[in-house]
C-alpha cells in the first residue's frame, strides 16, 4: 500500500502543477529533432518531399548498414534550401529588410551618384552653413501697415503677452486701445480715454498674465487698469514738503518711466523727477495704495540725481536705473535693505544728458543703454566698468527713446530723432556679437520715438512723433498681430428702406395729448375686423342731444350755437370799407349809443380845451413853480 500511495502521490502532483517544486532541472533540447520538424514542415508547405537528417556520427535508426546513406543525405540537405527563395532585387542577403523593398527606394539607390565618406561629410556641411539665416535675414520687415493714434507724438506703446491687444500714448494726452482681432482695414481703436487730463503719456507696461495695465504720464500719481481700458488703482501721492522722500507714501514730481514685473503679475516699479525708483503692489486695498520699497539715487558727489529710465532683470532679481547724470545704477532686490547699490558706473554716458532707455538681454547678463548723447552702449554686468561696444551718431531728442533687444538675443534695435523735419528718422538694427550695422530703415521727415519687438507676434512695432503707429512684419516669420486686419475688408451694414415709428412712452400726460399703447396684434386684428372699421362708414349723427351732440347736423352744441350766431349777425360783404361805416352815421346822429349817449344829461353841450399860454411851441406844459433850468456857462 505504500508503493501505490507513493504514485498516487507523484501522480497528483504532477495533475496539480508542483511535482517539480524543490528539483530545478535544466531543460534538454534536441536540435536534431527540431531541424527535421522544421524541414518537414518547410517540404509540407512548399511542395518538396520530406527528408530525415541525422548528425555526421550518429544513427538515426541504430542500424549499421545505413550510416553510409544519412551521411550522404545530411551533405546534400545542407545546400538545399529551406522557405522561399530571395528575391533578385534585393542587392544582397546580408542587409537586414523585412519585405521586399519599395520601388521609389530602389530607384533612388539607382540614381544616386556614388562618392566617399569624406564628400558626403562636406555636403552636409554645406547644407548647414546654407540653411542658416544671416542677421538680415531674421528682421520681419516685409511688409508695413501704419496705425493713426492722433497728430502729436507717439511716446509709448505696449502691447499684452499673448499679442491680441495694443495700447498706445502720446503727447495728446489720450490713451488709445486696438483689439487685432475685432479689426479690419478701416484700423479703428475700440476705446479712447484721457484717464490724466493734460498730462502727456510717458510709458505703458502690461502685467506678466496680461489681466493689468501700467500707465505713467506727467503726474506724480501712476495708475493701473485692466485689459477692458477700466480703472482699477491709483498710486498714493506724496508729500512735496518733505525733505526725505523715504517718509512720503508716493512720488512728489512727474514721472519718468513705469515697468511691471517680469515675474509677478501684482508688483511694479516707477521712477520719478524726485529722485527715486519705488516698487508697488497692486493687490493691496484702495486705502493702502502705499509703495512697498524705495530707491534713491546718488550723484557721484552724493547729493540726489533723478532717473530718467528703468527696468527689471529678466527674472526680477534686479532694478536697474538710467540717471540724468550719465550714471547707471543696479540694485539687488533680494537684499533686505535697498540702501546701497550692487552694481554702479557713474560715468557711464555724458553728463548732464538722460539717459533714455535701458534694456537687459534675455540671458541676463548684458545691459543695453541709449542716451540723450547721441549714443547707445552695450555693457556686461559681471565687468560693468567699460562698455563691450559702442554707437555714435545716433541723435536723440526724446526722453522715452529706448533701446530693444530681439527675442532671439542677437539684434538690437532703437530708433533717431531730428528737429524741424531736418534730414530723415531711422530705424536702426546692431548685431549684438559685433555691433555692426545690420539694417537702416528711413521712416520719413519724423523722429522714430518708441520701439517694440514682440517675442510671440515676431513683429516690431514703432512710435512716431507725427503721431502713426507703424507695424514691421513679414508675412512667413510672423503670426497674427497685424496679419488678422492688414487684409480684412471692412463689413458695410446694409441700408434698410423705411421709417420705423417708435412709441413715446408718456405716463404723466394728460388725456388729450396721452398716446395710446399699441395692442398685441391679434387684439389689433379683431378690432380691424368689425364692420365699421372695415367698411370705414362714417358714424351716424344722434338723434337726441346726447353726449353733447344735438339732432341738428349731428354738431356739437359748441358747434350748433356759434353757426346760429353768425346767422343772426350776418354782415355783408363791401368793397368800400369807409362807404360801409359812413351809411350809419345818420342813424348814429339820432340815437347815439356809446360816448354821445353817456353824457346826454350831464353835459348836452361838449366842451374841449382851450389852449393856455402856459403850452410851449412844441405842445409840453411847464409845471409853474419849478425853477427853470440855468446853463452852467452862461451864469449872469
Known amino acids: 500500500m505504500s508503493g501505490q500511495d507513493e504514485d498516487e502521490e507523484s501522480k497528483l502532483r504532477k495533475q496539480m502543477g508542483f511535482s517539480d517544486?524543490?528539483?530545478?532541472?535544466?531543460?534538454?533540447?534536441?536540435?536534431?529533432?527540431?531541424?527535421?520538424?522544421?524541414?518537414?514542415?518547410?517540404?509540407?508547405?512548399?511542395?518538396?518531399?520530406?527528408?530525415?537528417?541525422?548528425?555526421?556520427?550518429?544513427?538515426?535508426?541504430?542500424?549499421?548498414?545505413?550510416?553510409?546513406?544519412?551521411?550522404?543525405?545530411?551533405?546534400?540537405?545542407?545546400?538545399?534550401?529551406?522557405?522561399?527563395?530571395?528575391?533578385?532585387?534585393?542587392?544582397?542577403?546580408?542587409?537586414a529588410q523585412i519585405g521586399p523593398p519599395a520601388l521609389e527606394s530602389i530607384l533612388e539607390e539607382k540614381n544616386r551618384p556614388k562618392h566617399n565618406d569624406d564628400e558626403i561629410i562636406d555636403s552636409d556641411d554645406d547644407l548647414v552653413e546654407e540653411k542658416a539665416p544671416t542677421d538680415r535675414e531674421r528682421l520681419p520687415i516685409g511688409c508695413v501697415v501704419g496705425l493713426e493714434h492722433g497728430t502729436r507724438t507717439v511716446s509709448a506703446i505696449g502691447i499684452d503677452p499673448s499679442g491680441a491687444r495694443m495700447v498706445t500714448g502720446g503727447f495728446d494726452y489720450d490713451i488709445k486701445m486696438f483689439d487685432f482681432n475685432g479689426m479690419d482695414n478701416s484700423k479703428r481703436a475700440f476705446r479712447t480715454l484721457t484717464p490724466f487730463e493734460s498730462h502727456q503719456i510717458r510709458s505703458i507696461s502690461w502685467s506678466c498674465n496680461g489681466d493689468a495695465i501700467?500707465?505713467?504720464?506727467?503726474?506724480?500719481?501712476?495708475?493701473?487698469?485692466?485689459?477692458?481700458?477700466?480703472?482699477?488703482?491709483?498710486?498714493?501721492?506724496?508729500?512735496?514738503?518733505?525733505?526725505?522722500?523715504a517718509q512720503t507714501k508716493g512720488h512728489t514730481a512727474m514721472l519718468n518711466s513705469g515697468v511691471f514685473h517680469p515675474r509677478s503679475r501684482a508688483e511694479f516699479l516707477t521712477c520719478s523727477y524726485d529722485g527715486t525708483l519705488r516698487t508697488w503692489v497692486a493687490d493691496y486695498p484702495a486705502l493702502h495704495h502705499e509703495h512697498k520699497a524705495l530707491m534713491k539715487c546718488r550723484s557721484r558727489n552724493g547729493q540726489r540725481t533723478n532717473p530718467s529710465s528703468c527696468c527689471y532683470h529678466f527674472d526680477g532679481k534686479l532694478v536697474v536705473a538710467g540717471c540724468s547724470d550719465g550714471s547707471i545704477q543696479?540694485?539687488?532686490?533680494?537684499?533686505?535693505?535697498?540702501?546701497?547699490?550692487?552694481?554702479?558706473?557713474?560715468?557711464?554716458?555724458?553728463?548732464?544728458?538722460?539717459?533714455?532707455?535701458?534694456?537687459?538681454?534675455?540671458?541676463?547678463r548684458i545691459l543695453a543703454s541709449r542716451s540723450a548723447d547721441a549714443t547707445m552702449k552695450l555693457w556686461d554686468i559681471r565687468n560693468f566698468k567699460h562698455p563691450l561696444h559702442t554707437v555714435d551718431d545716433l541723435p536723440n531728442f526724446y526722453p522715452m527713446t529706448d533701446v530693444i533687444f530681439s527675442p532671439d538675443d542677437q539684434i538690437i534695435a532703437t530708433g533717431t530723432s531730428i528737429k524741424n523735419k531736418h534730414g530723415k528718422g531711422r530705424l536702426c538694427f546692431y548685431s549684438r556679437n559685433t555691433f555692426e550695422n545690420v539694417e537702416t530703415i528711413a521712416v520719413g521727415h519724423q523722429s522714430v520715438v518708441k520701439v517694440l519687438w514682440h517675442n510671440r507676434l515676431n513683429q516690431i512695432f514703432t512710435g512716431?512723433?507725427?503721431?502713426?503707429?507703424?507695424?514691421?512684419?513679414?508675412s512667413e516669420k510672423s503670426r497674427n498681430g497685424a496679419l488678422l486686419f492688414a487684409g480684412k475688408v471692412r463689413k458695410v451694414a446694409k441700408q434698410v428702406s423705411g421709417v420705423s415709428q417708435k412709441d413715446a412712452i408718456t405716463p404723466y400726460a394728460t388725456k388729450l395729448f396721452k398716446e395710446h399703447r399699441q395692442k398685441m396684434p391679434h387684439v389689433q386684428a379683431n378690432i380691424n375686423r368689425r364692420p365699421d372699421k372695415a367698411t370705414n362708414r362714417p358714424e351716424p349723427p344722434?338723434?337726441?342731444?346726447?353726449?353733447?351732440?344735438?339732432?341738428?347736423?349731428?354738431?356739437?352744441?359748441?358747434?350748433?350755437?356759434?353757426?346760429?350766431?353768425?346767422?343772426?349777425?350776418?354782415?355783408?360783404?363791401?368793397?368800400?370799407?369807409?362807404?360801409?361805416?359812413?351809411?350809419?352815421?345818420?342813424?348814429?346822429?339820432?340815437?347815439?349809443?356809446?360816448?354821445?349817449?353817456?353824457?346826454?344829461?350831464?353835459?348836452?353841450?361838449?366842451?374841449?380845451?382851450?389852449?393856455?399860454?402856459?403850452?410851449?411851441?412844441?405842445?409840453?406844459?411847464?409845471?409853474?413853480?419849478?425853477?427853470?433850468?440855468?446853463?452852467?456857462?452862461?451864469?449872469?
Not at 464 to 474: A, M, Q, V
Request: aromatic fraction near 6%; charged fraction near 30%; include cysteine.
Open 330 to 364: 543696479i540694485w539687488d532686490t533680494s537684499r533686505t535693505t535697498l540702501v546701497n547699490t550692487a552694481f554702479k558706473n557713474m560715468s557711464a554716458h555724458q553728463s548732464n544728458n538722460d539717459i533714455t532707455g535701458v534694456n537687459f538681454s534675455r540671458d541676463g
Open 464 to 474: 512716431l512723433s507725427n503721431g502713426e503707429c507703424r507695424i514691421y512684419f513679414d
Open 214 to 245: 501700467l500707465m505713467c504720464s506727467g503726474s506724480a500719481q501712476a495708475k493701473v487698469f485692466d485689459r477692458d481700458g477700466h480703472e482699477k488703482m491709483e498710486c498714493a501721492k506724496g508729500d512735496q514738503y518733505l525733505a526725505d522722500m
Open 542 to 636: 344722434l338723434l337726441t342731444s346726447r353726449g353733447g351732440r344735438t339732432s341738428d347736423g349731428g354738431l356739437s352744441l359748441a358747434a350748433f350755437v356759434s353757426q346760429k350766431m353768425a346767422k343772426e349777425m350776418e354782415v355783408p360783404d363791401d368793397s368800400d370799407p369807409r362807404g360801409a361805416i359812413l351809411k350809419h352815421a345818420a342813424a348814429a346822429a339820432k340815437d347815439p349809443k356809446l360816448i354821445n349817449h353817456a353824457y346826454k344829461e350831464s353835459q348836452p353841450a361838449p366842451i374841449f380845451r382851450e389852449e393856455s399860454d402856459d403850452e410851449d411851441d412844441y405842445g409840453k406844459i411847464t409845471i409853474p413853480g419849478k425853477k427853470p433850468k440855468l446853463d452852467g456857462y452862461n451864469i449872469a
Open 21 to 95: 517544486f524543490g528539483q530545478k532541472k535544466a531543460r534538454v533540447f534536441d536540435f536534431d529533432e527540431m531541424f527535421s520538424l522544421a524541414r518537414k514542415t518547410a517540404s509540407e508547405k512548399f511542395g518538396s518531399k520530406p527528408t530525415e537528417t541525422t548528425r555526421p556520427g550518429r544513427d538515426s535508426d541504430g542500424d549499421d548498414d545505413d550510416d553510409d546513406d544519412s551521411s550522404s543525405d545530411s551533405s546534400s540537405d545542407e545546400n538545399e534550401l529551406i522557405g522561399p527563395p530571395i528575391p533578385e532585387i534585393l542587392p544582397s542577403t546580408s542587409e
